[in-house]
């Protein structure tokens, strides 16, 4: 079986993007479909060319010979070559599950009756294997045809699953709407226990709240179609077609079984003859702030003391996933508080998961850039917490990355390699944060998180952001899926944490990667003195938390340059508010370095990644004259926005440009 699998948020994620509906997620799947189906017929057609054995030289087993026998290829010609009809009888098989599909494909052969799913496909293939093996052919049998099973398993006739994902607070008014019209509860001004209640009762009954006759929400109707729609993809495709739906910003037991009930209205749970439940959807809380992810374990505790949901894990093997995000709780707390409070996270999700009896599968949201939980993937995984990998680990690709992680075959092998034995590695080599260092954390993430605060909520810290950054012009590339903001920017809550990164990455502060630590290990040894460094320098030793949190960090600092973050400091109309901010990020900086140096003891960034460090120095060059330039076209289009045009198309190549070089800036 495969044990590494692919998959996809394009067509099913909706959070934030009101154009992905029904229609766009059975898109999604007819072309990933017409990919995988477009390489069975190439890879079907390169077999024919090279299974020429003929009946007078070769012996054929009995399933192969009715295959043959069965071929809609009647040539004289091959009359004696059962291979060849047999793969005919497929490709005709194949092409009417084209068909069968609404797939604008076809083969060189009428379409036959289509295969009632891929593991149908698979077994004919089999049996083409299992003749040549057993008659003298097996080399043949290894060849195109094997890496051609491996793809069905793999890739099946869906190309990859589609992940659903929506934001919390609109399946919550679903509900409320599903609610109200049926004449039940005011479901929006009950308090969460009043909730859960109520939802447990919906979901103990095999009556639905949708009536057809009722006339819903643009909204609602929406969200109900899309699940209907996911069931009958699952109903063609296979119920792995879509496996998870996502629940973002996922902070209580009633958001999971908000969900619960929306998939029992749309047909993804029902109710067996004996009352239990039956689900065909992993349902995923997604815990994103801070908050949210120091009550991740409480809201999981109260979630598995359900008996109503604790009976729907079972039908789903006593597996239930977790995803944790790394960007929201960056621009929350700032770096150093997000990473350490990931890992506890993680650790009271593991200790939790073990009493319930439930296995955890835990999603790593990880972004490009470091301030996204970006980095390494093989020493991100290596420091996970003690029984939070076990065997399995799923981990988002960004778009920005795919391209430089696997867009060269050899690369990407590699890089999967290094995924692979990492989750084993960290499976069969646990090791956990004790007591003690947990304590020494808990001071650096205090300290970091108020440093943090404090400057992202200074006045005037947003007019200064708006400025000293291209965010508005970010926001007018036809580059990301969602808008850079839920709503008008009041506060850096307001702003989507991808845009946030990516506007500091391109004026080169880079502050989500960094901002806080210096001023964190400066207070610790204010403390601490000689005896509280000496025990960093231990940690940074022995941790691999620490090694990784200070190794991400220090990348981030050998590409961000204050000296073109001033250049764009002076985009702010108010000098003052510019000058006293752009100072106490200088101050935190030095800080920053400062600590990084004297906990490693390097005497300058990247000492120990050569590699990197040549990249860089090549680069560079070409990014900072870009930077130049962007502050200058970025002046002139605020001068005149009336008149952009071509200021605004250079605006976005520069843009385009310093993403490219930095490589993970969003």
């Known amino acids: 079986p495969s044990f590494l699998r692919v998959g996809s948020w394009i067509g099913g994620d909706r959070d934030g993007n009101p154009n992905v509906d029904a229609t766009v997620l059975r898109a999604a799947f007819t072309r990933q479909a017409e990919v995988a189906f477009g390489h069975y017929f190439g890879e079907l057609a390169g ?126 008014g679903v509900v409320a709407e599903l609610f109200a019209r049926a004449g039940l509860e005011e479901y929006g001004a009950l308090d969460e226990a009043a909730r859960v209640r109520v939802l447990s009762r919906e979901l103990a009954t095999p009556r639905l709240l949708y009536s057809p006759y009722v006339q819903y929400s643009a909204e609602t109707a929406k969200e109900l179609a899309i699940f209907r729609e996911a069931a009958k993809i699952q109903e063609q495709f296979g119920v792995d077609a879509i496996r998870q739906s996502i629940i973002s910003n996922c902070a209580s037991v009633s958001d999971v079984l908000a969900l619960a009930l929306i998939g029992k209205e749309t047909g993804l749970i029902r109710l067996d003859e004996a009352g239990r ?186 007019d200064y952001f708006l400025a000293a950054t291209p965010i508005n012009e970010i926001a007018k590339l036809n580059i990301g899926s969602r808008p850079a903001s839920r709503k008008s920017l009041a506060s850096i809550k307001d702003l989507r944490a991808i845009p946030w990164v990516f506007s500091w990455s391109q004026s080169r502060v880079m502050l989500p990667g960094w901002y806080g630590v210096g001023s964190a290990v400066a207070a610790y040894l204010a403390r601490h003195g000689e005896a509280g460094l000496e025990r960093l320098q231990r940690l940074y030793r022995a941790s691999p938390f620490f090694q990784v949190v200070l190794s991400n960090m220090e990348q981030v600092l050998a590409k961000a340059d204050l000296t073109i973050a001033r250049r764009y400091a002076s985009l702010v109309a108010d000098g003052a508010l510019a000058e006293a901010l752009l100072a106490r990020i200088e101050d935190e900086w030095q800080k920053t370095q400062s600590a990084f140096y004297a906990i490693t003891g390097q005497g300058k960034l990247l000492e120990a990644n050569a590699a990197l460090a040549r990249s860089l120095e090549t680069r560079l060059p070409y990014l900072n004259a870009l930077n130049l330039l962007q502050v200058e076209l970025l002046r002139r289009l605020r001068a005149a926005p009336d008149d952009a045009g071509e200021v605004l198309t250079a605006t976005h190549l520069t843009i385009n440009g310093i993403a490219t070089g930095l490589r993970n800036s969003g």
């Open 47 to 172: 077999l024919y060319r090279e299974l020429s054995l003929s009946a007078r030289r070769v012996a054929v087993s009995d399933g192969v010979q009715r295959l043959a026998e069965a071929s809609p290829d009647v040539a004289e010609s091959r009359r004696e070559e059962p291979y060849r009809l047999a793969l005919a009888t497929i490709e005709a098989r194949l092409a009417g599950s084209a068909r069968a599909l609404g797939l604008p494909l076809s083969g060189r052969y009428p379409a036959a009756e289509p295969y009632a799913d891929q593991r149908a496909f698979l077994a004919d293939l089999s049996l083409l294997a299992a003749s040549l093996a057993a008659h003298g052919s097996g080399l043949l049998a290894e060849g195109r045809l094997g890496r051609l099973m491996r793809a069905v398993d793999v890739f099946g006739f869906y190309l990859m699953p589609v992940d659903l994902r929506q934001h919390a607070a609109i399946h919550a």
């Open 277 to 462: 439940p039956v689900s065909r959807l992993n349902l995923v809380p997604l815990f994103e702030t801070i908050a949210d992810l120091q009550g991740a374990a409480g809201v999981m505790d109260a979630l598995f003391a359900q008996p109503w949901y604790r009976e729907l894990l079972r039908s789903r093997g006593d597996v239930q996933e977790v995803m944790l995000g790394y960007s929201d709780s960056n621009k929350d707390g700032g770096y150093f508080t997000s990473q350490w409070e990931l890992y506890q996270a993680e650790q009271r999700l593991v200790a939790s998961f073990a009493a319930a009896g439930v296995k955890l599968q835990l999603f790593h949201g990880r972004g490009g850039s470091v301030g996204r939980g970006g980095g390494p993937s093989f020493e991100a995984i290596m420091a996970q917490p003690a029984g939070s990998v076990a065997g399995r680990i799923r981990i988002t690709e960004q778009g920005e990355v795919i391209s430089s992680k696997f867009a060269d075959p050899d690369i990407g092998a590699g890089h999967l390699e290094a995924l692979v034995a990492a989750t084993l590695e960290a499976t069969l080599t646990e090791h956990q944060v004790d007591a003690a260092d947990g304590a020494v954390f808990d001071e650096l993430s205090r300290d970091a998180f108020a440093a943090y605060r404090a400057l992202v909520e200074s006045d005037g810290f947003m």
